[in-house]
């Protein structure tokens, strides 16, 4: 098991940047992929990116493509999502997901994440 804390959220103008990290407990963080969802008001839970447990390969949504990067530092079990050029339409709560099945595509969907976090608040005004 694993216990996931995300931190880095809070206010800032259109066209800045957000670091969120999201630090894991435990010894086998680097055998989970991780992944990044955001819930807006009023919306479903989204995915946003993913990365798998050796970082070597990454997977976006469409409308963060080129303006976020997904990382992770397995000796410090954290994983990181670097957002640059937010919008106001970024504005949500973020939240760091693993994934045990290590193997295969990365997964965008809610279902397929074993772990979560609390959620940190990014809030972008225009």
């Known amino acids: 098991q694993v216990q996931l804390v995300e931190s880095g959220g809070g206010l800032v103008q259109a066209g800045g940047s957000l670091r969120l990290s999201c630090a894991a407990s435990?010894?086998?963080?680097?055998?989970?992929?991780m992944g990044w969802f955001r819930r807006a008001p009023g919306k479903e839970r989204e995915f946003v990116s993913a990365?798998?447990?050796?970082?070597?390969?990454?997977y976006y949504t469409d409308s963060v493509k080129g303006r976020f990067t997904i990382s992770r530092d397995n000796a410090k079990n954290t994983v990181y999502l670097q957002m640059n050029s937010l919008k106001p339409e970024d504005t949500a709560v973020y939240y760091c997901?693993?994934?045990?099945?290590?193997?295969?595509?990365?997964?965008?969907?809610?279902?397929?994440?074993?772990?979560w976090g609390q959620g940190t608040q990014v809030t972008v005004s225009s």
């Open positions: 997901a693993a994934d045990r099945a290590r193997w295969g595509l990365l997964h965008h969907r809610n279902d397929d994440y074993d772990y």
């Open positions: 435990g010894r086998t963080f680097s055998s989970y992929n």
């Open positions: 990365i798998r447990w050796s970082g070597g390969s990454t």
